[in-house]
């Protein structure tokens, strides 16, 4: 089970990324203006440590959120997608024209009690 | 009154030492209207070494520009808000068309402010003095403020004339020279200004480059080359800056955003008056600028004993907004200012709508028609719930406040603080104990009571929290663009007598 996935479309985007870019992280943001999206970055690009919580890797890339964060968010599975637009942030699809956004849905139960549990 | 899409050239180019430059990779993007997402002109696509251009002529100009009288640099602040407000009209249009909003927006808040801005720092600088303490007898300590060199500034799209207009003036009043980068979904209000005063300043005194967040702004925002960034933005971003800032030993202010509650005790319906009418405005206010405001009053908490009451108003004066073409001034709401803020807001109607919020209006997309039919275009939209929802948590940015009843004082204070985030608040009350107590109790950096969404530019503006640190607006914000001269001087003509 997984607390997070990627849609075909933006998986093909992440592998384009990566052809140009090397390893890759993505960071999910919160606030202003272009926040409550994903952020995808260089893997060195960012300083990560405890207070980033691992949600689960996608495209064989790793997903992180702050904590603080994540506690208002952890009763949610995400999808990540792309779309036509042009966020104000450093993130590496910009320049496409391209934004990754996130889809959620609640947890169902079984997830629940796996992610519990695990 | 209906006005039309202003004319644009068909390319414009960055604003680097005095001088109108195309970007040196010749590569430039297209910039679209939200209001039917049509072209308006082709930008610059800049990179490093267009950044690099900048930031070197900002550098050969700071220590004239820096030795400036506060006279001088005054009198051209002031010559700045002349231009806009000559153009006032001009300026609005642009910024409806760049940002969705409606002229009736641009026209009555976002140009006059921005001119204000302007004039206050103009004022502030010439009524400004230095301090001077005698130690002791024979020693005098003098403090004169010094300006930081140069400064980085990445604003945001949502407004787009007044936050250049919040962050040019103190840093150019204090004698700084800048290198400012505006969002790139709306750079036609900061390169209209440029040509406007591009004589007023000295060449490289301001500097304006347009391009992508990764290509042109990281670079700007990890120079060794800058000595302080002030950004506007979210958390992520702001968090990137401060560690390019901490490899340069270099100062940043930020400003982050919030989830702001604007709450509603019971006594504001003790008479169905003006001040209620006011509160009922107050609490619709969160579709100002489409919602896409910093300090968007996205919690609406409401008093148990009158919520119905009070809600049943809400949704009546929600329901009677005109969202129509951005153009004419009888438009309240505009469109959202891009394809991907549109997308976003909608899957937040859906993770709303699971988690059980119920839509009380709005709660869509709202197809316009004709040319509108192409643009970015979301009903005003009330959902009722509770604080640990998500919709309640994060911002939307979009035209969404989140309701909810709360029980007493206590109750009100924790809903309230339960939020990441700590940029604005509103408290309505007839109460005069509680409009002095709950904005104390409440963690934010600027609390409204009985009002909200007034900025002036005499009132200092910044976050608690995550919603960022330093402070915008007021003569306060100059500190944030300076250094502090120690002079200690000695009038004793005796020695120590150490060695």
Redesign the interface.
Known sequence: MTRVEITDKASEIVRQLKAKHGELIF???????????P?I?EKE???LDESDIHLGDVEGIPFYM?K??YE??KH?HLTIDI??????????E??L?L?F??????LNEAEQSFFKSN | MSYSKPKFKEKYANFINGEFVAPVGGEY?ENTSPIDNSLIAKYP?SQQVDVDNALDAANAAKEAWGNTSAAHRASLLNKVADIIEANLEEFALVETCDNGKAIRETLNADVPLAIDHWRYFAACIRAEEGTVSELDQHTLSMNIKEPLGVVGQII???FPLLMLSWKLPPALATGNCVVLKP???TPSSATLLMEKIADVFPPGVVNVIHG????A??PLASSSKVNKVAF?????????IM?YASKNLNPVTM????KSPNIFFNSVMDADDAYLDKAIEGAVLFAFNQG?V?TCPSRILVQEDIYDKFMEKVIERTNAIIQDNPYDTNTMMGAQA????F??IQ??F??GK??GAKVLTGGEANKLSGDLANGFYIKPTLLEGHN?M?VF?????GPVACVTKFKDEAEAIEIANDT??GLGAGVWTRDAHQLYQIPRAIKAGRVWVNCYHAYPAHAPFGGYK??GFGRENHLMMMNYYRQTKNMLISYDKNKLGFF
């Open positions: 960071h999910q943001s919160g606030g202003c203006c272009d926040g409550s999206s952020m970055f690009d960012m300083y702050n603080d964060q208002y968010w949610t779309t036509q637009g042009r966020g104000g942030s450093f993130s590496l910009i320049p024209g934004r956004i996130i889809h959620s849905r609640l | 993007f696509r945001p799209w949502n969002a790139e979904q992508f967040g990764p290509e702004g990281k506007t933005g979210e958390t992520t971003t702001g968090q990137l560690q400003e982050l955003g919030g896409e910093c891009s394809n991907d803020q997308e976003k899957s937040y859906k993770i699971e988690e640990k998500r948590q994060e911002e939307i940015f990441l985030y995550k919603s």
